[in-house]
């Protein structure tokens, strides 16, 4: 079981979209469409802002989205806000093992 | 709305035996699956495995043959012990409600520290 591929940061200004890239294989992102996206502040535990590719959860504002192709899964994030500035993490099921993360991207609002 | 809370030893001297207990409020137990997260400081979580309410249990390859996981449905627990730790053990622990096709309620987390 290999984490999920991310990369380690991104940035972008106030108003601005970032998209955040996740990469597996065929044995997890290519063969589900169960990825899901986590934020997480600091000392905090993480909150699921995407599952089952592009759904939100209620109360998750619709700047975050989400899509997936072949084993690529991305997060888009709209119009930044200060407040997203946090570490986000994708995860994926895998099967028997059964879930795996990637190795989380730290998201800087400039 | 589901809450969780960990709770067990912050220290565990090395090559002992960690053990967490999830206590899950708000809700029933039954017919879903509960996992177990951590997170060494700094770095990236890891998956370590999910028990449902019957029992059955999933773990992450890479620390199977040290890991187990029970659950009591009456009490609306479930716990984590992982045997033989070491310092690279040491992280914060997180238990997770899974609904379906995703893990959705988190527990606030407990620093587990593996030192003599």
């Known amino acids: 079981q290999s984490a999920l591929t991310q990369p380690r940061s991104v940035s972008g200004s106030p108003g601005q979209s970032v998209s955040i890239s996740c990469t597996g294989t065929t044995s997890d992102v290519g063969n589900y469409d169960y990825v899901s996206w986590y934020q997480q502040h600091p000392g905090k535990a993480p909150k699921l802002m995407i599952h089952?590719?592009?759904k939100r959860p209620s109360g998750v504002p619709d700047r975050f989205s989400g899509s997936k192709s072949g084993n690529t899964a991305s997060l888009t994030i709209s119009g930044l806000q200060a407040e997203d500035e946090a570490d986000y993490y994708c995860c994926s099921y895998a099967g028997s093992d059964p879930w795996v993360f990637g190795g989380g991207t730290k998201l800087t609002v400039l | 709305q589901v809450q969780l809370q960990e709770s067990g030893p912050g220290l565990v001297k090395p090559s002992e035996t960690l053990s967490l207990t999830c206590t899950v409020s708000g809700g029933s137990i039954s017919s879903y699956y509960w996992n177990w997260i951590r997170q060494p400081a700094g770095k990236g979580l890891e998956y370590i495995g999910r028990i449902y309410s019957s029992g059955s249990t999933n773990y992450n390859p890479s620390l199977k043959s040290r890991v187990t996981m029970s659950i009591d449905t009456s009490k609306n627990q479930f716990s984590l012990k992982l045997n033989s730790v070491t310092a690279a053990d040491t992280a914060v622990y997180f238990c997770?409600?899974?609904?379906?096709?995703?893990?959705?309620?988190w527990g606030q987390g407990t620093l587990v520290t593996v030192s003599s």
């Open positions: 089952d590719v592009n």
């Open positions: 997770a409600r899974e609904a379906y096709s995703s893990i959705d309620y």
